[in-house]
């Protein structure tokens, strides 16, 4: 989800790992007593939530099922290589774990060529289905109508502002945006008052990934019109809108970050790292006044993960992130999130499921919510008064989902997501005229798309 220019070397590094993968790993089917699990490794050595929530969940399943016995197989890359190595093992049996973590960004993507094995056998026999909200149920069904991954939780995301910074600005605490141009009002204060911090951060440009898609320009389109209708695909015609009003006023709102030197430096803006330098550097050591992101972000300043920082929850503010003239229904945010699949090529899917089935508990779901930032997708976890309570911010991020919008999931989705970035990128550095970054964006959509597209 993060190419970058190198893409024929990183190629060639992947097919190399996947090899490696396939002299080590000897494929699932190795043993029909042991449930091999593949998930995401973070890159940062500081962080293992996921590593302690998987081995609390293997010593639960072990316990429950004598003579079972879970492997992880953790998969240690950046966003971009974790999904093309991810894609390299389910190719085939000897390679393929059990069970996988699925982005919903590509989970339509892996079905679609017939990496993933649809659930609903295993669902309609699983009374905690019901739990699930719709919209997560939703992310992972493929356009066969069959469901393909459980959904772990999902995100949310909204305005990170340091108080500290605001108060020097003389903004307000309790600061709340109703339109773009207040939002970019604040940064331009900040850029006045507290000349030494950078005053507002969008994530832009291929390094970022779909962070830039999501975070930054999603979080811009989807406030452009009547929060009715996706500005992305027209889901009655089947086919890619190409970028419209919206769609340049979204774009004109990057350049104007960048342009006027609102937002990072462009040349880390554009690093690989940007996510990691926002989360551990620029917002814990009080450098960036306002930073559009996501609900997770507090996992990365919990006790044991590296970057501690137990004050931010007093130091931060939070706000929605307004449409664009703060027309109805006032606010907008994005959702995404993860979901636990079972490989068509897996070798155990019986053992696999009922691995997730220790996981989604409700006890075991909440805990995971709380320990990664996370929010749930179960209506029980979700009306439990220990879960909101359990993290400043839950509360906040939770009722946004009322007014959330979902990338639309479909196979071309991630490449649409690339040309949106490149996009980005060239009204970031000021090689490309807002104008023609439009006109370069519906070329390459007709391409990726085979034509699919039509105008709004």
């Not at 894609?87 to 393929?96: H, I, V, Y």
């Not at 000349?195 to 962070?211: C, F």
């Not at 507090?298 to 931010?312: C, I, K, R, T």
């Amino acid at each position: 989800m993060r190419p970058t220019a190198a893409t024929t070397a990183l190629l060639t590094t992947v097919v190399t790992a996947a090899a490696t993968l396939t002299a080590c790993g000897g494929g699932s089917g190795s043993d029909p007593d042991t449930v091999k699990v593949s998930f995401k490794q973070s890159t940062d050595n500081s962080i293992h939530v996921m590593d302690a929530y998987l081995a609390d969940i293997k010593k639960q399943f072990e316990k429950a099922n004598p003579g079972k016995k879970v492997e992880l197989v953790p998969i240690k890359a950046p966003d971009s290589e974790y999904y093309t190595k991810l894609q390299q093992m389910l190719r085939s049996a000897k390679t393929a774990p059990d069970l996988v973590y699925e982005d919903t960004f590509l989970i339509n993507s892996d079905i679609t060529s017939g990496y993933l094995k649809p659930l609903d056998a295993y669902l309609a026999k699983w009374p905690d289905w019901d739990q699930f909200i719709d919209t997560a149920k939703a992310a992972a069904k493929a356009e066969d109508g069959k469901t393909y991954g459980v959904p772990d939780g999902t995100d949310t995301r909204g305005l990170w502002f340091d108080k500290g910074i605001f108060a020097k600005a003389g903004l307000p605490a309790d600061w709340q945006p109703k339109t773009w141009d207040e939002v970019l009002d604040a940064a331009r204060t900040i850029k006045r008052r507290v000349p030494d911090v950078t005053p507002l951060n969008v994530y832009t440009g291929k390094p970022a990934g779909e962070a830039a898609t999501m975070q930054g320009f999603e979080m811009l389109l989807y406030g452009t019109g009547d929060g009715r209708s996706d500005p992305l695909y027209d889901d009655s015609a089947k086919k890619w809108i190409t970028g419209g009003q919206g769609f340049e006023d979204a774009l004109s709102f990057v350049e104007t970050v960048y342009r006027e030197k609102l937002g990072p430096d462009v040349s880390t803006a554009l690093d690989p790292n940007i996510q990691t330098i926002v989360r551990g550097d620029l917002l814990p050591q009080g450098k960036l006044g306002i930073n559009l992101d996501g609900s997770w972000l507090p996992q990365d300043w919990l006790a044991g993960s590296g970057h501690e920082w137990p004050e931010w929850s007093s130091e931060l503010g939070l706000a929605y992130m307004p449409t664009q003239h703060g027309q109805a229904p006032g606010k907008v945010s994005m959702s995404g999130g993860w979901t636990w699949a079972v490989p068509a090529k897996a070798a155990n899917p019986d053992l696999a499921f009922e691995f997730v089935r220790t996981m989604q508990t409700k006890a075991n779901a909440q805990k995971w919510y709380v320990a990664n930032s996370g929010i749930s997708v179960r209506k029980d976890v979700a009306e439990d008064p220990a879960y909101a309570d359990a993290q400043p911010g839950i509360r906040f991020f939770t009722d946004l989902v009322a007014s959330t919008h979902y990338r639309p999931a479909y196979p071309a989705y991630p490449k649409v997501s690339t040309a949106i970035q490149e996009a980005m990128e060239g009204v970031t550095t000021g090689d490309t005229s807002v104008e023609d970054a439009v006109s370069g964006y519906d070329d390459t959509l007709k391409e990726v798309t085979d034509g699919q597209v039509t105008a709004r």
